[in-house]
T-cell receptor, first 113, second 114 residues
Framework: DVKVTQSSRYLVKRTGEKVFLECVQD?????MFWYRQDPGLGLRLIYF???????EKGDIPEGYSVSREKKERFSLILESASTNQTSMYLC????????????FGAGSRLTVL | AQSVTQLDSQVPVFEEAPVELRCNYS??????LFWYVQYPNQGLQLLLK??????LVKGINGFEAEFNKSQTSFHLRKPSVHISDTAEYFC????????????FGSGTRLSIRP
């Protein structure tokens, strides 16, 4: 069963901490994405990647960075976590091509105190 | 650029009743349309998609959606819902261009009453 795995389902961090959210896919997908999900706002794209070592800013990149050193792994980094980054973070992957659908991980719920 | 509007943030219905979840989009170019479902404590999964051809699209779990270009809508329907359909539903749109990104609506939470 193909899937996208997010390493942490629940995290609690303190303001100012550096946070790493890891995502691994086993489908050999070219594209990987990080979304943030907040009630009433739907999914907002933070960063995406079309290839190894390649990254593109999404709609809300401020306060985040990403790393894609290997095709299967896409990491989201919060350099200095803030309370307004408390949210659900969803990783997704897809094959290249505009008609290809996204496969999502189960999500990582981050609370910043 | 594209945008998606899901007017209903919550839709309560009784079990075995029909349901329609509304989705309207805005775009200056032709688009592909999707519905995703998120069950409690899970990620999103594809329910159905419209790429071309017949405007009535059938998806998983008995859901279907109709693409209406003149009204720029892609409403999701099911003739008889079950408790297991309790979830949040997201409409999404993407333009034909390879540079186009998928845009999600704000979601509609479907709650089923026994």
């Amino acid at each position: 069963d193909v899937k996208v795995t997010q390493s942490s389902r629940y995290l609690v961090k303190r303001t100012g901490e550096k946070v790493f959210l890891e995502c691994v896919q086993d489908m050999d997908h070219e594209n990987m994405f990080w979304y943030r999900q907040d009630p009433g706002l739907g999914l907002r794209l933070i960063y995406f990647s079309y290839d190894v070592k390649m990254k593109e800013k999404g709609d809300i990149p401020e306060g985040y960075s990403v790393s894609r050193e290997k095709k299967e792994r896409f990491s989201l980094i919060l350099e200095s976590a803030s309370t307004n980054q408390t949210s659900m973070y969803l990783c997704a992957s897809s094959r290249s091509g505009v008609t290809n659908v996204l496969t999502f991980g189960a999500g990582s719920r981050l609370t910043v105190l | 650029a594209q945008s998606v509007t899901q007017l209903d943030s919550q839709v309560p219905v009784f079990e075995e009743a029909p349901v329609e979840l509304r989705c309207n989009y805005s775009s200056s170019v032709s688009v592909y349309l999707f519905w995703y479902v998120q069950y409690p404590n899970q990620g999103l999964q594809l329910l159905l998609k419209y790429l071309s051809g017949s405007t009535l699209v059938k998806g998983i779990n008995g859901f279907e959606a109709e693409f209406n270009k003149s009204q720029t809508s892609f409403h999701l329907r099911k003739p008889s819902v079950h408790i297991s359909d309790t979830a949040e539903y997201f409409c999404a749109v993407r333009g034909y261009s390879s540079a186009s990104k998928i845009i999600f609506g704000s979601g509609t939470r479907l709650s089923i009453r026994p």
